[in-house]
């Protein structure tokens, strides 16, 4: 069966990140619109978890197969730090899902109109009375969990098929306690792609808070990729990967949130 090609999967990993972010970003508006002045519940917490994660399922088996669903630059730098994809593709995978954040942030504008920028279209920040150092924890742990669960779910001695049910459940999961923290964005483009369409309609953005959720949620890719590759590695892992030379994109392996 011929592999699509490049520009396909670049595609892939655009739409897949705007409807992810769609989706799962604009249920926040969505929510705060509807409650009204009512507090902010568990419930309504839960609700925008469950967004995320239908999100996630329902795009690793549209397009897991096209692009592997990364939707995610910490899982695309850690998958290619741990040779499961070539560095050359990391760039157009990196450029399609940080644009796809931007298309996915203006689709919730265009749907919910002004009323999403003025409850802060979703945008993900610090809670009250939290700083950058709790922050970055928060960043770091939640990322760090949703790639060691990406690496884990699909590789070739997991179970197959549940991959994308896993990531999900990882998601909504991960989500409950990170969010009251940073808003739980465990996602570079999630996190800039709502900043930067904030910016664009008059919203208020702190900006020195991306650098921190940038750095940590990177720092945790990586850091999961060299935990799996430690827990995960045989005695033959090392002769198969220097008998396998790695040249096209990981369909299964690389997903997602």
Known sequence: ?????????????TLGTATL????????PATLILGGDAPFTMAQLGVISFAFGMAVIALIYTIGHISGCQINPAVTIALAATGRMPWRQVPGYLAAQFVGGVLGALAIVGVLGQQAVDVGLGIAAYGPGVGAGQAFTAELIGTFLLVLV???AF???APQGFGGLAVGLAVFAIIIPVAPATGASINPARTFGPMLTDQL????VHWGQLPVYL?????????AGAVYHLLAS?????????????EEPARAEGVLS
């Open 215 to 223: 750095v940590a949620e990177i720092l945790a890719g990586l850091v």
């Open 155 to 157: 590789d070739k001695r």
């Open 234 to 246: 045989t005695r033959r892992t090392a002769q198969a990967a220097a008998e396998t030379p790695v």
């Open 201 to 204: 309609f008059g919203g208020t």
């Open 150 to 152: 990406v690496f884990g």
């Open 1 to 13: 069966m011929a592999d699509n090609s490049f520009s396909q999967v670049l595609l892939a990993e």
């Open 21 to 28: 972010v769609f989706i799962g970003v604009g249920s926040v």
